[in-house]
C-alpha cells in the first residue's frame, strides 16, 4: 500500500509535538498532531499539513501510565488495533507490542539497548548532552512472533530535526501495515526525547 521507504520527521524543540510522514517520492501520506495538556494522550493523524482531512486517532486507555495501551481508530471509528508498552522490560531496551484486538501480532524492539543508556547518560552531560542526537542513533525493529523481521526503523543523526527511515523487509498486509505505521508514529513520541 505504501511506496517504502517512509521518511518519518519531527521538530525537536516544538511547543506541540508535530511528525510528517512521508513515502519514497517525497509525498506526504500523514501529518500527526499530538494535544498539549491532556490527561489521556490524544493524537490525530491527517492526511496532509492542512489538517483538514482526519483520518486516523489513537488514544490512550488510561490517564498516564508507564505501560498504557494506544488504541488507534479511523476516521468512521473502526478499531485498526493497538500498541503497548512493555513496562518494565522497557527501561534498558525499548519494547512494544502491537495488537490487533488483544492478540499480540508484532513487537516492535530496539535493536542495542547500550545505545539508549549511553544516550541517557550523554544527554545529561551540560552542552555536550545537546549533540547525543549525532551520536547515539536508535535502530528499531518490527518482529512477528517467529522472530521474522518485517519493518527496519532507523533514526539519522541530527541536532534539532529527527527523521527516521522505515523500510518494509517482508511485504505485509494492508491492515497490519497501517496497523504498524500508527505504532511506530507512537513509538516515536514516547521515545522522541532520545538522541
Known amino acids: 500500500m505504501y511506496n517504502f521507504p517512509l ?6 524543540i516544538a ?22 495538556f491532556k490527561l ?4 490525530h493523524v491527517y492526511s496532509d499539513n492542512t489538517r483538514t482531512n482526519e483520518i486516523y486517532s489513537i488514544s490512550a486507555d488510561r490517564v498516564i501510565d508507564f505501560s498504557a495501551r494506544y488504541n488507534f481508530r479511523d476516521a468512521a471509528g473502526n478499531d485498526l488495533g493497538a500498541i503497548k ?8 531496551k ?3 507490542d502491537i495488537l490487533d484486538g488483544d492478540t499480540s501480532s ?3 524492539e530496539e535493536d542495542n539497548g547500550f545505545i539508549k543508556v549511553m544516550d541517557a547518560l550523554f544527554g545529561e552531560i ?4 545537546i549533540f547525543s542526537g549525532f551520536v547515539f542513533n536508535p535502530t528499531y525493529s518490527v518482529k512477528r512472533s517467529d522472530g521474522t523481521t518485517v519493518v527496519t526503523i532507523k533514526k539519522k543523526p541530527a541536532l534539532f530535526e529527527s527523521e527516521f527511515t522505515i523500510d ?9 501495515e497501517i496497523r504498524t505505521i500508527l505504532s511506530i508514529i507512537m513509538m516515536v513520541l514516547m521515545e522522541r526525547s532520545r538522541g
Request: cysteine-free; hydrophobic content about 40%; overall charge positive.
Open 15 to 36: 511547543l506541540a509535538p508535530q511528525i510528517s510522514v512521508k513515502d519514497a517520492s517525497g509525498q506526504e501520506l500523514m501529518y500527526v498532531r499530538q494535544k498539549l
Open 126 to 129: 551540560p552542552i555536550l548532552g
Open 94 to 96: 525499548a519494547r512494544y
Open 85 to 92: 508498552r512493555q513496562g518494565m522490560r522497557s527501561i534498558f
Open 7 to 12: 521518511k518519518l520527521s519531527f521538530k525537536k
Open 106 to 108: 508484532l513487537h516492535i
Open 40 to 43: 489521556k494522550e490524544a493524537i
Open 168 to 176: 518494509e523487509v517482508v511485504d505485509i498486509q494492508d491492515a497490519s
